[in-house]
């Protein structure tokens, strides 16, 4: 998307910790609904709050845990209830599937953060 390459940028450029570069540079902002495991969460959601609260954005995070059956309509209820304008999926495959499956369900853009050990090392967008 604008300013990137094939909608990735690059770890160096953004940091997972502050995803809010990444998402100013899709066209994106908040609300922002962040769905991640309980990993990613442990390391990055104090950073996330920070960011977000710099940039004047409302966010949640959302533990995705083992995404399960109705998750979807779970995160796609998550993001209606916060009005949310954009999905961010943190955590493993499964749960970046999910996150994509439910911002599909919502007609929300999806940014994906590469967080677990075997992940990418790019956002997409």
Avoid: K, N, Y
């Amino acid at each position: 998307m604008s300013g990137m390459s094939g909608g990735h940028a690059s770890t160096a450029e953004t940091g997972w910790g502050d995803p809010v570069p990444l998402l100013r540079a899709a066209g994106l902002a908040g609300p922002v609904l962040v769905v991640a495991d309980a990993a990613a969460i442990s390391r990055l959601a104090p950073a996330w709050a920070e960011a977000f609260a710099a940039a004047g954005w409302l966010h949640r995070v959302l533990d995705a845990g083992h995404p399960a059956a109705g998750a979807v309509a779970a995160i796609a209820a998550e993001a209606e209830s916060l009005r949310a304008a954009v999905l961010v999926a943190a955590g493993d495959a499964a749960v970046v599937a999910v996150v994509q499956q439910a911002a599909t369900a919502c007609r929300l853009p999806c940014v994906t953060l590469p967080c677990a050990v075997g992940h990418a090392e790019r956002a997409t967008l």
